[in-house]
């Protein structure tokens, strides 16, 4: 349980905030580099940390991301026009290039100097294995660029998805470092899960066992020693998980829930082979919606599955044993409970259980960082070195 307060501390990340501060220290995704596929194309709309931006590629193909309201009286730059180098407002035709500075003030007299004092709010963007990438932050505390190592495998090693959750960010990441949830919601819905069930520890068991502190957060499960097997998940600041591999040779799976506003985020999940091409087996499931991918509507990051349809949950199907909710794919019905949990979920009613210590130590962890920053310290895991930390199965003497 938390008080209201720990509550609020924790869960909004608007500008000012604390957590919204320790957040900006971090490069954060933003879009998919393919969202804005070629240069001079179409802006695009997007809100990061309560933050309404307007993504857009330049004519060189440098991505700039903007506030979205002009400089000038405030109309929306996502209508403007993107042309040599710049998005153009076409309320009054003022234009900005992607460090946000107006290069060009039409409706003012040529000898006019006033654009070059006029200058849009404008985040650095870098892209890395197909995701762009924003820097939120103060400019003189900028960390080294990302280096997951989903961002540097070819493109044929990796897939990647994203979509809208309609809940806050710490009830989606709290959902996805909660092992106890595994055995129940998700049993008989995978293969994956279920060879996990097959060769290694219960998920049971390891909801127990106390995650380990790393200098980047923690490794949930990490003890092992059943029947041989260890495979341990990783929670990585500020919002990343690195989920167990279940066999040697399984695709690494991660999850980002990244805050679009205090009560909505954007989850992004990647499945990657370190060594190789994914094959057609692995695919299969995620383009089916069988795994922790989900199926959004074409063009649009909305879940078919969602809130408004109770995500067509099939009571039948749930009442034959076959999977324990009736709800399809393993990334529907963990987004099913967060979002039922509320926007914001009122942590002042809950009661947590042994089962739940992978959830308070993620609080610990992030209380504690917020009190680092809060004392003018780093939080952790800004080093890239820390992003190239892999799940990994173990397979040892055991007991
Ligand atoms: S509001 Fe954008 S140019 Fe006037
Ligand atoms: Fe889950």
């Known amino acids: ?201 219960s998920p049971l068991v390891y909801a127990r066992q106390a995650p380990m502190s790393t200098p980047y957060g923690f490794i949930m499960g990490n003890a092992g020693g059943i029947r041989g097997v260890a495979s341990p998940s990783h929670f990585m600041m500020p919002f990343y998980k690195i989920i167990r591999r279940l066999r040697h040779d399984d695709p690494i799976g991660a999850h980002a829930w990244v805050p679009i506003d205090d009560e909505n985020c954007m989850l992004y999940s990647w499945e990657w082979h370190p060594e190789r091409p994914l094959t057609d087996e692995e695919i299969e499931p995620c383009k089916t919606w069988g795994s922790i991918h989900a199926e959004t509507f074409p063009g ?7 809130q408004g349809n109770d995500y067509l949950i099939d009571r039948e199907l749930q009442r034959s044993g076959q999977t324990y909710t009736g709800i399809k794919g393993v990334g529907m019905q963990d987004t099913a409970m967060q979002e039922s949990m509320g926007p914001i979920q009122d942590r002042t009613q809950e009661h947590l259980a042994s089962g739940d210590i992978a959830i308070v130590s993620l609080r610990q962890h992030l209380l504690r960082a917020l009190k680092d920053v809060g004392n003018g310290g780093d939080p952790p895991g800004l080093d890239p070195a820390c992003h190239r930390e892999r799940a990994a199965t173990f397979i040892h003497g055991g007991v």
């Open 300 to 306: 649009s990051d909305r879940t078919v599955l969602n």
């Open 1 to 201: 349980m938390l008080t209201r307060e720990e509550n609020e501390l924790l869960c909004r990340t608007g500008p000012g905030t604390p957590m919204g501060t320790l957040m900006r220290r971090y490069w954060i995704p933003v879009l998919f580099s393919h969202q804005l596929p070629e240069p001079d194309c179409p802006p695009i709309r997007t809100t990061i940390l309560s933050e309404r931006l307007v993504a857009f590629r330049d004519t060189d193909g440098q991505v700039g991301l903007l506030a979205e309201h002009c400089p000038h009286r405030g109309a929306s730059l996502f209508f403007g026009r993107n042309e040599e180098e710049g998005l153009r407002c076409v309320y009054h035709g003022w234009k900005y290039d992607v460090t946000g500075q107006c290069v060009d003030m039409p409706s003012e007299p040529p000898e006019s100097t006033f654009k070059d004092r006029i200058r849009a709010v404008a985040y650095p963007c870098v892209e890395r294995g197909g995701v762009v990438w924003a820097y939120l932050g103060q400019p003189e505390l900028q960390p080294a660029l990302p280096e997951w190592e989903w961002t540097v495998v070819p493109d044929s090693h990796i897939f990647a998805t994203r979509r809208w959750q309609e809940s806050n960010w710490l009830q989606a990441v709290e959902g996805g470092i909660d092992p106890s949830h595994v055995a129940f919601l998700h049993r008989g819905n995978t293969t994956a899960l279920q060879r996990g069930q097959d060769s290694g520890p």
